[in-house]
């Protein structure tokens, strides 16, 4: 094979309040964990069992992290397509260190809300805002409009295209 794929795609909840921090120049980097659970049922016991696996998700994007930043709280259902990167650092007690991470490129990734704004405002969060969620990936998006950060629906395409 010519070339490789290094793609993840989630569905699961916020385990945490997004933290942003910036680079010198300015920049914002959003962080935040994602909790996604596999549900069964054990065959000898009938017992439903869970297992939950966390992930650290890092945005570089600054439009999704300003998404994430004002949209999400911990519990919050989102869709996100990353890459995963491990990164090497020294801790304070200058432990040589390895984590993994699911990453938002400046130029790749997505991220989708997929709570309802109803679930949304039950969490505590702000309904001041638009409605960037969708209840599935395929709906089609709503893109903020320029004033008062309501949302609005696409415009409608033009069909009179004279060719």
């Known amino acids: ?17 997004p933290e942003v921090r910036r680079t010198g120049a300015g920049d914002p980097i959003v962080s935040f964990s994602v909790a996604t659970t596999e549900s069964w049922r054990d065959k000898a016991s ?23 930043e004002q949209y999400c709280r911990k519990g919050t259902k989102i869709y996100l397509e990353g890459q995963l990167q491990t990164r090497e650092y020294t801790d304070k007690d200058g432990n040589q260190r390895k984590a993994t991470e699911v990453v938002l490129q400046r130029f790749r990734g997505e991220l989708t809300l997929l709570d309802s704004r109803r679930d949304s405002e039950e969490r505590g969060m702000s309904s001041g805002g638009g409605d960037f969620g969708r209840s ?3 709906e089609p998006r709503r893109v903020a409009s320029g004033g008062g950060g309501r949302s609005a629906a696409p ?9």
Not at 3 to 12: D, R
Not at 57 to 68: D, Q, W
Not at 155 to 163: L, Q, V
């Open 1 to 17: 094979m010519a070339g490789s794929v290094n793609k993840v795609i989630l569905i699961g909840n916020l385990g945490r309040d």
């Open 46 to 68: 009938g017992e439903r069992k869970d297992r939950t696996e966390w992930h650290n998700v890092v945005i570089f994007n600054e439009a999704l992290g300003k998404i994430a």
């Open 136 to 138: 599935s990936p395929m």
């Open 155 to 163: 415009a409608p395409i033009d069909d009179d295209i004279p060719f």
